[in-house]
């Protein structure tokens, strides 16, 4: 449960206030697999009411556990994810499409969902354990980040052999 109560925020124009939850990937309904399964996950904001719309703005802190794609080691990484959102209140089934606002009912807003889509989207494409990974040895196997090994560095795909026989 990740609930917000507005209901001062919305009674007073300008006013802003802070919150901080402490929740986990079970909590916040990621898949089980998920990278952030078993750590613990901090999300802390602040909602400002701008006399327009509530104004939810924080970062999520979280620790994921991945398989770097280059030499296969399992690594963690902490990640601080910004997200925000801006919640309009409507008691009504009518919303705007067009308007890029969320909509909220009565004097609490469940950010659960918002804070799950903000972590969803910060999952990196390309999962490397560190800029400089050198990965494996395409040959042997070996992990070059932690070992040497004599595979030598200009061997020819055997696909590319045949060619090079052809050109000869
Ligand atoms: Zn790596
Ligand atoms: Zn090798």
């Known amino acids: 449960m990740m609930k917000i109560n507005v209901l001062q925020a919305k009674k007073e124009i300008g006013s802003q206030e802070t919150f901080e939850f402490v929740t ?3 909590e916040i309904d990621l898949e089980d697999e998920s990278p952030w399964t078993g750590s613990e996950i901090k999300v802390d904001g602040e909602l400002t009411n701008n006399g327009r719309v509530l104004k939810i703005k924080g970062v999520i802190h979280a620790t994921a556990k991945y398989q770097c ?3 296969l080691e399992d690594f ?3 990640m601080d994810i910004p997200f925000g959102d801006d919640y309009q209140e409507n008691s009504s089934e009518e919303v ?4 890029d606002l969320a909509y909220y009912n009565g004097d ?4 659960a969902d918002l804070v799950r889509e903000s972590i969803i989207l910060a999952e990196p494409l390309k999962i490397v354990c560190s800029k400089s990974c050198r990965g494996l040895c395409p040959q042997c196997g070996i992990n ?5 090994c004599s595979c030598s560095d200009d061997v020819i795909d055997p696909r590319l052999a045949v060619l090079s026989q ?3």
């Open 96 to 99: 705007d499409e067009e308007a």
């Open 76 to 78: 963690t990484t902490q």
């Open 108 to 111: 609490e807003i469940d950010i």
């Open 166 to 168: 052809l050109l000869k």
């Open 144 to 148: 070059l980040n932690t070992a040497k």
């Open 69 to 71: 794609s280059y030499c």
């Open 24 to 26: 986990s990937a079970g």
